[in-house]
T-cell receptor, first 114, second 112 residues
Framework: DSGVTQTPKHLITATGQRVTLRCSPR?????VYWYQQSLDQGLQFLIQ???????AKGNILERFSAQQFPDLHSELNLSSLELGDSALYFC?????????????FGEGSWLTVV | QQPVQSPQAVILREGEDAVINCSSS?????VHWYRQKHGEAPVFLMI?????EQKGHEKISASFNEKKQQSSLYLTASQLSYSGTYFC?????????????FGTGTRLQVTL
């Protein structure tokens, strides 16, 4: 158990809908990362927050947005869902914001869009 | 840009050794290694930093050649539990704009 908690673990929704994935980082970690993993793409970096502020952005679609709250939990919002958005979404956390820190992954949220 | 891992897949008998390589076209600040079993979270194995610092598990060893922008993960005396997909993640900068970019993975299967 990495200490990173993600909910829900599984989610099935229809195209065009909107979902929110939630993440609680490890105790003491200020940085939160979101990654998408689909069968043919591997682990794709979406976005990073550190202590409430956006720190780095990857290939995150405009339909997706994220935020980190004062209590450091984070939410990833996915809207106007398409079949291709079906994937495993991982949240990860680390103490600091730079890449010298160990990054720990949560168990992921399986999203299926039908 | 995504780092390239080799080999793409390898099958070992229990007790054999393996080396997994990770190569980047960009100057690297850090290399992170993870093992993932199907449908589960990637598990941290090791981080290697520019300058030689390493953090990770005692039974895992790895190298980082900064000049060649390459890293290798050494798995010795493999066990069945080593099976999974190994990913390297590379970071090209320590600053704000840095992000971890993962390779496509190396599938390792250890058999009896």
């Amino acid at each position: 158990d990495s200490g990173v908690t993600q909910t829900p673990k599984h989610l099935i929704t229809a195209t065009g809908q909107r979902v929110t994935l939630r993440c609680s980082p490890r105790s003491g970690d200020l940085s939160v990362y979101w990654y998408q993993q689909s069968l043919d793409q591997g682990l794709q970096f979406l976005i990073q927050y550190y202590n409430g502020e956006e720190r780095a952005k990857g290939n995150i679609l405009e339909r997706f947005s994220a935020q980190q709250f004062p209590d450091l939990h984070s939410e990833l919002n996915l809207s106007s869902l398409e079949l291709g958005d079906s994937a495993l979404y991982f949240c990860a956390s680390s103490v600091g914001w730079d890449l010298g820190n160990t990054i720990y992954f949560g168990e992921g949220s399986w999203l299926t869009v039908v | 840009q995504q780092p390239v891992q080799s080999p793409q897949a390898v099958i070992l008998r229990e007790g054999e050794d393996a080396v997994i390589n990770c190569s980047s076209s960009k100057a690297l600040y850090s290399v992170h290694w993870y093992r993932q079993k199907h449908g589960e979270a990637p598990v941290f194995l090791m981080i290697l930093l520019k300058g030689g610092e390493q953090k990770g598990h005692e039974k895992i060893s790895a190298s980082f050649n900064e000049k060649k922008q390459q890293s290798s993960l050494y798995l010795t005396a493999s066990q069945l539990s080593y099976s999974g997909t190994y990913f390297c993640g590379t970071g090209s900068g320590a600053g704000t704009a840095s992000k971890l970019t993962f390779g496509t993975g190396t599938r390792l299967q250890v058999t009896l």
